[in-house]
DNA sequence: CGATTCCATGGAATCGTTTCCACGACGCAG
DNA sequence: CTGCGTCGTGGAAACGATTCCATGGAATCG
């Protein structure tokens, strides 16, 4: 770790530290005599600045903290994805954490984030509001919430809004006769789970459904939550004909739970999940589901993040979400019928929305 | 971003700065006198430690560098999340940084990596070297490969030793009565690509199955290029009756394009993919897959940096893989029939391993 | 009781970079 | 020829923490 600092490329250039350091953060008060020969000393030397140096200095790290509820969530690690590239076009880097869905692990990686002195962060925070995101807010670090909210705490957000795709999930089942829908429902402390369960019992009785609170399930995001729910309702002595749910890990889990119980998806029960993912439609039968564009969502949170950062107050932005049908809720099988032989899935009835995710305004 | 200084927590407490670092930092030449008024003080104006001057002056980050090929391909999603797991328990916290499978990425995550001074760095390499990675090297910053090498590169290493988990699924198919295998591989320009193409090759001689050049597709480990080697291979004059594909995201390319095209896995085509991803078995017909635990790869990974930053040597560190035999992999139909209207797949023959992975020693 | 050790403490140097300030050289207009 | 603005430059302060070193008081020992 022999590291090289501008003192050494200052004295192989001939020249002062401070013209050293003039050519290389590119301030224009320099001779091109001495751009020439500190550029080609620092490239001889392989010259890398000290960052840290740097940003004890300056005001500025270019660093843009991440805080992802999950990595493993196809979701997030799309989100990571976007966010990054995006950063990446304006000159951030950005660290990324995974929360775990745990709060303390969350409280850790903000603490390290403060301490790295990013210069703004993005979270889909976990639970509901801790001393470390008080202190974000209390140092007024630039910080916007992506996915999800926290009540009572006034930062610029972009959230996706759930209602129109539940809708639209709700009264496409309906439609195909089904009047008890299942919903397994991400947590009620999570701004998400509380706002499409909210959605959803909305429909459910707008569309004059069983309203039978047995016929929602709490679980957590994790896909263990998943197979439970499909347990608990399936278990029911009235059980669902349909099944939404609300997220794409429980999703998997739920999936998984079915196949174990030879319960045909798409035959025996229809089934909705939120959020679009890839092989979701390589299912068989393809999995409906209720898609909202998680590119536009990473853009759009690095672009209020750098508009806080510049000393903006950006409103907040509400993507919207879409029902796309496939295999997996089609008409409803007659209730109570016990799971029979294979046959091929019925064929989908007309998607009401094309695949391609909808642009925000 | 009105930052408090350790300055200002030694004037409240009435101690100097150098007491009041000796308490934050846990140098035991402390008064319980001084110690209780610092971190009272400290608790009280909320004192974050400035992590840049913190490691300004002594050697240490604390920080981990861990820069994956492509975050959103679900193995490495796992991979980031053990990592980070096993870091945090030593105190360390880790920085991700996505290479999304281009050279020129990765250079620009690891120049930033070098300038933040990270203590230690976990690379999943993409291409055959790089200026940067020899910068790595030639500045002694200690670092270990995961999942894929550079030849040439003498450094410790996380892989999986493919060739068993390839033998198995070979010797499998043949048993069923395929002699045609293709297969869908993985760039030559990564070592995981060469090496498992190698045990392929081998294998198929082996078993004196057809070594037809053209059952070979040469992917680049994108979704994308697991569609393409399907329409590739499918369009032979002979194509084969099994493939073989050489990870999970171009096996979803792969999965995808046989719907498109009506080809029944199980069914009309047999296959096994590497990568053991969750939901693959969720599949109908399930995904057969090559599988090696990404747990012990994660922490095996961070074990060996830990070592290599206390200034050891490991030696190099070689995973076990193994076959898991799920329905997609049922005996050949006859070669050259259409496809069939669907019937329930056939009945999986015995798995010859168990679901759960090998440990290593 | 005096000398010596021990220990908590504060002052100051230090890390690598940026940036303020002062200075000298130069060109140009009066 | 002198005065003034411009421009490139170097010295030094600053950022916020850690740590070396010296100091003074208390404790211990002969």
Redesign the interface.
């Known amino acids: ?3 090289i600092t501008i003192r050494e490329v200052a004295a192989l250039a001939g020249v002062s530290v401070a013209t050293a350091s003039r050519v290389l953060s590119g301030n224009p008060a320099t001779s091109p005599t001495s751009r020439a020969r500190v550029a080609s000393a620092a490239a001889e030397l ?1 010259f ?6 740097r ?2 200095r300056g ?1 500025r ?1 270019n660093a843009l903290g991440l805080l992802v509820s999950d ?2 969530n ?1 979701f997030f ?2 989100l ?2 976007t966010v ?2 995006a950063a ?1 076009l304006h000159g951030y ?1 950005t ?4 929360a ?1 869905e745990r709060a303390d ?1 969350q409280d ?2 903000l ?2 984030l ?4 990013v210069d703004g962060i993005i979270l889909a925070p976990v639970g509901e509001g801790s001393d470390s995101i008080r ?1 974000l807010i ?4 630039p910080t916007v919430f992506v996915d999800r909210t926290i009540a009572g705490m006034d930062l610029p957000s972009v959230t996706t809004d759930g209602t129109t795709g539940i809708r639209q999930a709700v009264e496409h089942l309906a439609a195909a006769g089904h009047t008890r829908i299942g919903y397994i429902s991400g947590p009620q402390a999570s701004s998400t789970g509380r706002d499409r369960f909210a959605a959803f019992t909305r429909c459910v009785t707008e569309n004059g459904l069983s309203a039978d609170p047995s016929l929602v399930y709490f679980g957590d995001y994790q ?1 263990a939550s998943g197979s439970a729910g499909v347990h608990a309702l399936l278990g029911l002595r009235e059980p669902p004909t349909a099944l939404i749910v609300a997220d794409s890990l429980m999703a ?1 889990g739920a ?2 739970s079915l ?1 174990d119980r030879g319960v045909l998806l798409g035959v025996d029960l229809a089934m909705v999940a939120f959020d679009d993912v ?2 979701f ?4 039968p393809a999995l409906s589901v209720i898609s909202h564009s998680v590119a536009d969502m990473g853009r759009t949170a690095v672009d209020l993040l750098l508009q806080v950062i510049d000393g903006g107050t950006p409103a907040s932005v509400v993507l919207p979400s879409e029902l796309i049908v496939r295999a997996s809720s089609a008409p409803a099988g007659t209730p109570g019928t016990p799971p029979r ?2 046959t ?1 899935p019925a064929a989908p009835p007309a998607p009401t929305a094309s695949h391609n995710s909808v642009r925000t305004h």
């Open positions: 770790m022999n590291a392989d890398r600045p000290n960052a840290q140096a940003a004890l005001a790290t990595v493993r196809p690690a799309d990571a994805h990054e590239q990446n880097v660290l990324l954490g995974n775990n692990q850790r990686y603490d390290t403060i301490s790295r002195r202190s209390a140092r007024e670090i896909a998997v999936i998984a196949h890839e092989w439609a390589l299912l068989n032989p294979p091929p």
